[in-house]
């Protein structure tokens, strides 16, 4: 038997992804991602950005880092042991373990890989993690990566989660055992029961780990989900990302100084890859003064999240169990939600659909993201699409 060619391995995946609908064609924005975006040269309401606090395009955050480009130039030089830290990291750290109310902090170029740096760099295969089964996919590799045994508890089932970790210390196979939860759920918007899962990591000496990407600068009026419960003392890694909420890039870990320490010894992407730019630091960092001078960005998110999710529940769509800005109008049949999509769109409203696998089975949804920076006029203006066109497919 001869080996497959590249080529045909590529043609036959792709044409396997379009024949089961999972084939995703990718929208270039035209311009800056705000509340209202330009694609193919047509205007649309943006429903579909992580940027919570419309602080992608702030002119604070783009006056200190046009002022950083100026002074420090557009790259960090080298990784960051070598001689890639520059004053600007430094004060970004310090700033994100204020915010989060830990004694240190730790940036990675990203949310994902700060999952895969900092997961992998305390867990090995002597391990066991318990995780959520909604869980972001970069937790999943981060634990895959560990190599630890990774045990799948029910999303948010508190009896499963125990009888689990009951299992996995009486079996006496496991040196240490983590158990692992996003903070906000971004496919439903809902968030982790963190008071119990820290009171079964007490139980049974659980190392915790909260990824609180959509949470930050939401929840806790901004600080998050850890802070929403008073939980600071009890989360050992408060993991977050600094391009959703924050507007910027980059991931953190934010923990107490020994853990901090250990990861800037021993987490790969740390130790081998070059950190964000300068310009990026400071407008992370500056974001995260704004948050914490002032709610005000962070109230002006709720308001409209519960605004837009009054308008479309008035209308008769499901939106599911939210406890958070976001907003997913469950569809069920995932052709119907993708044509639902595609029909908001050519009326100027950008919701992109989400279906299986990234959901369950049967419950198709386009997901909304209303953020800060939407006036009251693009929310009625985009549930009145959603009237128009729910009418019009008979879905409402
Ligand atoms: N964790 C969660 C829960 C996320 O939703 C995301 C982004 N989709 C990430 C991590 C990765 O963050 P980043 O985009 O900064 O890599």
């Known amino acids: 038997m001869t080996s497959k060619t590249l080529d045909s391995f590529l043609n036959d995946s792709i044409l396997d992804l379009k024949e089961r609908g999972l084939y995703n064609e990718i929208d270039a924005v035209e311009g800056a991602n705000g509340p209202v ?44 042991t070598i001689n890639g830290t520059l004053d600007l990291h430094i004060t970004l750290e ?6 989060k109310g830990t004694e240190a902090a730790i940036s990675y170029q990203s949310g994902f890989n700060c999952n895969m740096a900092a997961i992998s760099a305390v867990m090995d295969k002597h391990d ?22 990774i045990i799948r508890f029910e999303h948010s089932d508190m009896d499963d989660l125990r009888t689990k970790a009951k299992e996995a210390v009486a079996s006496g196979q496991y040196n240490k055992i983590m158990v692992i939860t996003d903070g906000v759920f971004s496919m439903d918007g809902d968030i982790a029961k963190l008071p119990e899962i820290v009171e079964i990591a007490e139980a049974y000496d659980l190392i915790t780990y909260v990824d609180d990407a959509h949470g930050s600068g939401v929840t806790g009026k901004g600080a998050g989900t850890v802070k929403h419960f008073g939980l600071q003392d009890k989360i050992d890694f408060q ?3 600094l391009s ?8 953190y870990v934010a923990g107490k100084a020994n853990l901090i320490n250990w990861l800037k010894v021993s987490s790969r992407p740390f ?22 001078e002032s709610t005000e960005l962070n109230e002006r998110l709720w308001e409209n999240g519960n605004y837009l999710k009054e308008g479309l529940k008035k209308i008769g769509f499901s939106i599911g169990n939210s406890e958070t800005p976001i907003t997913p109008c ?14 908001l769109f050519e009326e100027g409203v950008y919701a992109k659909s989400i279906v299986f696998p990234t959901v369950p089975r049967g419950t198709g949804r386009v997901r909304n993201m209303p953020t800060a920076a939407h006036t009251k006029e693009m929310l009625d203006e985009s549930i009145a699409v959603y009237e128009k066109v729910g009418k019009e497919m008979g879905l409402i």
């Open 239 to 241: 993991m977050g990302t």
């Open 94 to 99: 310090d700033k994100i373990a204020a915010f």
């Open 271 to 292: 130790l081998f890859s070059t950190a964000v730019s300068p310009a990026d630091a400071i407008a992370s960092t500056k974001a995260i003064e704004l948050l914490m």
């Open 37 to 80: 975006i330009q694609i193919q040269g047509k205007e649309l309401i943006n429903l579909s950005s992580n940027n919570y606090l419309g602080l992608a395009t702030d002119e604070r955050l783009k006056h200190v880092a046009k002022a950083a480009i100026e002074s420090h130039g557009v790259g960090a030089g080298a990784v960051r």
């Open 244 to 251: 959703k909420a924050i507007g910027v890039v980059g991931g």
């Open 330 to 343: 469950i569809i069920g049949d995932e052709k119907a939600a993708q044509q639902f999509s595609k029909r």
């Open 128 to 149: 066991a993690i318990l995780s959520d089964s909604l869980n972001h996919a970069s937790i999943i590799d981060g634990c895959r990566l560990s190599k630890a045994k």
